[in-house]
C-alpha cells in the first residue's frame, strides 16, 4: 500500500494498558506536514502516553506508529533526530546558564554555537543568555525547554502540556513563539493541553479524549457542529411552572432543565430562531424570566455533555 507524503505521522489502532487501567484504548489519528494538531482533554485522558508512545518512550500493546512511513523498530535513530520534544517539566542543571544549557543539548546532535545562538534568540532569552537556570523564571525556563525541543530543526514537534502552571502572560508568550513558527517553518505539532483556549489559538486541528478514547475531533468549528452544538442560552424563572408544563418546545432544540434552581439551558443552532418559541411558551403560562445570558458554544460545552464532566475538572 502506498504511503501518503502529506502525513507525517499515522496512529493506527494503538492500544496501552497497565494493569486494569486502559491508558490508551484503540486510537487512531494521523497529522499532515506542517499541521497544529492539538489532544485536549484532562488529566488522566491517555494524551501524555499516548504521546509517550508517538516519542518513542513506550511501546503499544496492539496498534501501528509510523512516522515519515517507518516504524520505531529499527529505525530509532533516524526517527530521533526529526522529532522535538518538551515534556510537562524540564529538569536542567542549575549551575549552566542559559547559553551553557543549549550548547549541552546541542551536543547531542553535534551541532555549535551559531544554532544556539539562534535559538536563544528565537525564544526571547537574549537577555537571559549568561543567567544561571536556577534564576529563571518558570516562564522562561519553560521557552528555553522549548529551544532545547527546536535545537534539532524537528520535523514534528511534541509538546506535552507546556503552559500548565504558567501565569497567563508567560502561557502568551509560548503562543507567541509557536504561532511564529508556524508562519515562519514547516514543522507539524503536536500539543497536549486541558486548556481550551490553548487547543483554539494554536491548533489546525483538535482531537478530544477521555478514558484513552477519542471522543470527537476536527476543527473547533467542525467539533461544535458535528456535536450538534452551536449556540447556548442560559435562563432562570422567577417561578416554578406548573406541573402540567411541558418545558420542552416542539423544536429540535435541546433542553436542560433543573427544576430546583429554576434554571435552564438552551443549545440551539439559531438563537433569533428558536427563542420566539420559549418566549411564546412563558408568556402563555404567565411565567417571566429572571435572567437570560446567550453565548456561542465551546470546546468545554462538548466536553461536558459527552463526558459529564469540565475539560479542568478532577476525576473523583
Same mark, same amino acid.
Given at each position: 500500500?502506498?504511503?501518503?507524503?502529506?502525513?507525517?505521522?499515522?496512529?493506527?489502532?494503538?492500544?496501552?494498558?497497565?494493569?486494569?487501567?486502559?491508558?490508551?484504548?484503540?486510537?487512531?489519528?494521523?497529522?499532515?506536514?506542517?499541521?497544529?494538531?492539538?489532544?485536549?482533554?484532562?488529566?488522566?485522558?491517555?494524551?501524555?502516553?499516548?504521546?509517550?508512545?508517538?516519542?518513542?518512550?513506550?511501546?503499544?500493546?496492539?496498534?501501528?506508529? #509510523?512516522?515519515?512511513?517507518?516504524?520505531?523498530?529499527?529505525?530509532?535513530?533516524?526517527?530521533?533526530?526529526?522529532?522535538?520534544?518538551?515534556?510537562?517539566?524540564?529538569?536542567?542543571?542549575?549551575?549552566?546558564?542559559?547559553?551553557?544549557?543549549?550548547?549541552?543539548?546541542?551536543?547531542?546532535?553535534?551541532?555549535?554555537?551559531?544554532?544556539?545562538?539562534?535559538? #536563544?534568540?528565537?525564544?526571547?532569552?537574549?537577555?537571559?543568555?549568561?543567567?544561571?537556570?536556577?534564576?529563571?523564571?518558570?516562564?522562561?525556563?519553560?521557552?528555553?525547554?522549548?529551544?532545547?525541543?527546536?535545537?534539532?530543526?524537528?520535523?514534528?514537534?511534541?509538546?506535552?502540556?507546556?503552559?500548565?502552571?504558567?501565569?497567563?502572560?508567560?502561557?502568551?508568550?509560548?503562543?507567541?513563539?509557536?504561532?511564529?513558527?508556524?508562519?515562519?517553518?514547516?514543522?507539524?505539532?503536536?500539543?497536549?493541553?486541558?486548556?481550551?483556549?490553548?487547543?483554539?489559538?494554536?491548533?489546525?486541528?483538535?482531537?478530544?479524549?477521555?478514558?484513552?478514547?477519542?471522543?470527537?475531533?476536527?476543527?473547533?468549528?467542525?467539533? #461544535?457542529?458535528?456535536?450538534?452544538?452551536?449556540?447556548?442560552?442560559?435562563?432562570?424563572?422567577?417561578?416554578?411552572?406548573?406541573?402540567?408544563?411541558?418545558?420542552?418546545?416542539?423544536?429540535?432544540?435541546?433542553?436542560?432543565?433543573?427544576?430546583?434552581?429554576?434554571?435552564?439551558?438552551?443549545?440551539?443552532?439559531?438563537?433569533?430562531?428558536?427563542?420566539?418559541?420559549?418566549?411564546?411558551?412563558?408568556?402563555?403560562?404567565?411565567?417571566?424570566?429572571?435572567?437570560?445570558?446567550?453565548?456561542?458554544?465551546?470546546?468545554?460545552?462538548?466536553?461536558?455533555?459527552?463526558?459529564?464532566?469540565?475539560?479542568?475538572?478532577?476525576?473523583?
Amino acid at each position: 500500500m502506498a504511503t501518503d507524503d502529506r502525513k507525517i505521522l499515522e496512529v493506527k489502532n494503538v492500544k496501552k494498558h497497565f494493569k486494569t487501567v486502559k491508558a490508551v484504548d484503540g486510537v487512531d489519528l494521523h497529522i499532515e506536514k506542517g499541521e497544529y494538531l492539538a489532544l485536549l482533554g484532562p488529566n488522566g485522558a491517555g494524551k501524555t502516553t499516548l504521546v509517550e508512545m508517538i516519542e518513542g518512550i513506550q511501546h503499544p500493546d496492539e496498534g501501528e506508529i #509510523i512516522l515519515q512511513g517507518k516504524h520505531w523498530k529499527g529505525h530509532k535513530e533516524e526517527l530521533h533526530h526529526i522529532i522535538g520534544l518538551s515534556l510537562q517539566e524540564t529538569r536542567f542543571i542549575d549551575k549552566l546558564t542559559t547559553y551553557e544549557t543549549g550548547m549541552l543539548f546541542a551536543s547531542f546532535y553535534k551541532l555549535g554555537s551559531k544554532r544556539v545562538n539562534e535559538i #536563544i534568540e528565537l525564544v526571547g532569552l537574549s537577555e537571559k543568555r549568561n543567567a544561571y537556570v536556577v534564576n529563571l523564571s518558570g516562564g522562561q525556563r519553560q521557552r528555553l525547554a522549548l529551544g532545547i525541543a527546536l535545537l534539532n530543526k524537528p520535523q514534528i514537534l511534541l509538546l506535552d502540556e507546556p503552559t500548565t502552571g504558567l501565569d497567563p502572560n508567560a502561557r502568551r508568550e509560548i503562543w507567541n513563539i509557536l504561532q511564529n513558527l508556524k508562519n515562519e517553518i514547516n514543522t507539524s505539532l503536536i500539543l497536549t493541553t486541558h486548556y481550551m483556549e490553548e487547543a483554539e489559538v494554536l491548533c489546525d486541528r483538535i482531537v478530544i479524549m477521555d478514558h484513552g478514547k477519542i471522543l470527537s475531533q476536527g476543527s473547533m468549528e467542525q467539533i #461544535i457542529r458535528l456535536n450538534n452544538f452551536y449556540e447556548i442560552v442560559d435562563f432562570s424563572l422567577h417561578k416554578a411552572p406548573a406541573a402540567s408544563w411541558n418545558l420542552q418546545p416542539n423544536t429540535d432544540m435541546c433542553i436542560e432543565w433543573n427544576p430546583e434552581k429554576l434554571s435552564g439551558r438552551l443549545y440551539v443552532k439559531k438563537v433569533q430562531e428558536d427563542m420566539p418559541e420559549l418566549f411564546e411558551l412563558l408568556n402563555r403560562h404567565n411565567v417571566s424570566i429572571n435572567q437570560f445570558n446567550y453565548r456561542k458554544a465551546t470546546l468545554d460545552d462538548v466536553f461536558t455533555t459527552l463526558t459529564g464532566r469540565h475539560l479542568n475538572e478532577q476525576e473523583s
